[in-house]
T-cell receptor, first 119, second 111 residues
Framework: GAVVSQHPSWVICKSGTSVKIECRSL??????MFWYRQFPKQSLMLMAT?????????EQGVEKDKFLINHASLTLSTLTVTSAHPEDSSFYIC???????????????FGPGTRLTVL | SQKIEQNSEALNIQEGKTATLTCNYT??????LQWYRQDPGRGPVFLLL?????KEKRKERLKVTFDTTLKQSLFHITASQPADSATYLC??????????FGRGTSLIVHP
């Protein structure tokens, strides 16, 4: 149980285009999902917290107009990278808490990640 | 600001030996500490959680210790296997705050 999927697993796009990444909790409900970015040999950097039915909470330094997050249901959150540029190329990973279990001290279930390459 | 340190150099060990990875932290008093495994090009997978009032926790071949005085956690894999080769991340958290991740240490187990 507690499986999180991401789609697509990798994407290559031209500079200036927008890319949407989906994160789904397959067998549990997640009121909260998290979006991370990871550069090679670096730690996971939290970008934003996605809350079902409300606006996302962005970390300092993350442009909310560039990284649009929508959490329309208890099992789906999307991250849209708008007007992508080569410096946005990275590994994007989402995670979710099991809504029934509650607090952040519980296990985070991570998706497999999406490799974005912007040419 | 809080800082989490994991050895950036890869740990190379021989199959069958015990691998020990270290997670040190400063300027923080976490209520819990988690260890995750991450394979190349994949998302992290949760392994173990240990709370501040716990000294040690075990799960199969895995053992985690948590020393709040030294501000350190040790992660042990006994009888290591080549399949254990991966990057291991520690994450610290407290209360309602979202855990902060270290950059991980790569473990390479040689057959």
């Amino acid at each position: 149980g507690a499986v999180v999927s991401q789609h697509p697993s990798w994407v290559i796009c031209k500079s200036g285009t927008s890319v949407k990444i989906e994160c789904r909790s397959l067998d549990f409900q997640a009121t909260t999902m998290f979006w991370y970015r990871q550069f090679p040999k670096q730690s996971l950097m939290l970008m934003a917290t996605s809350n079902e039915g409300s606006k996302a909470t962005y970390e300092q330094g993350v442009e909310k107009d560039k990284f649009l997050i929508n959490h329309a249901s208890l099992t789906l959150s999307t991250l849209t990278v708008t007007s992508a540029h080569p410096e946005d190329s990275s590994f994007y990973i989402c995670s979710a808490n099991n809504a029934l279990a509650g607090a952040y001290t519980d296990t985070q279930y991570f998706g497999p990640g999406t490799r974005l390459t912007v040419l | 600001s809080q800082k989490i340190e994991q050895n950036s150099e890869a740990l190379n060990i021989q199959e069958g030996k015990t691998a020990t990875l270290t997670c040190n932290y400063t300027n923080y008093s976490p209520a819990y500490l988690q260890w995750y495994r991450q394979d190349p090009g994949r998302g992290p997978v949760f392994l173990l959680l240990i709370r501040e009032n716990e000294k040690e926790k075990r799960k199969e071949r895995l053992k985690v210790t948590f020393d709040t005085t030294l501000k350190q956690s040790l992660f042990h894999i006994t009888a290591s296997q080549p399949a254990d080769s991966a990057t291991y991340l520690c994450a610290l958290g407290r209360g309602s705050y979202i855990p902060t991740f270290g950059r991980g240490t790569s473990l390479i187990v040689h057959p």
